[in-house]
């Protein structure tokens, strides 16, 4: 089993008064990958960090992070369960975990496309993204080992 983490930041702008560039965040992905007899099962959890709601001095940040098997184009999404414990920092805010099984003969070059971001909710006004609204990258898994 490999289990690595990953930590992406972007500088952003949200255009409400006291953010501006205040906006940027980080996103911290765990991923582990584990061969089985049923091929390679991926895991993989994310959390989000940003001062935007601080800035504005209300709010809250609703963070979302999508991931997508290269090899087969699925697309999983990120989602926290009910009654999912998590240990995280102070400013931590969790953004989920999924779990999906790629095919032995496939998972020579399997790679995974992440993106991220959030959307920042004044609770009365509605809610925004920042600029840019998300953050995409590639990760390369390690090779299946039979």
Known sequence: MT?????FSQVADLRIEGVGIHASYSVNLTISDENTSEGKKIT???????????????????FWCKVKNILDG?????????????AVGIDDIVIGNTSFFIA?????NAALEIEAGYFYDSGYTGTVPPIPASVKRVINLTPFQG
């Open 3 to 7: 289990i690595k983490s990953f930590y």
């Open 44 to 62: 993989v959890s994310a959390t989000g960090k940003s001062n935007a709601a601080k800035a504005a001095g209300s709010g809250n940040l609703l």
């Open 74 to 86: 699925k697309t999983y999404v990120l989602e926290r369960k009910k009654g999912e414990h998590w």
């Open 104 to 108: 032995p003969a496939s998972s020579r």
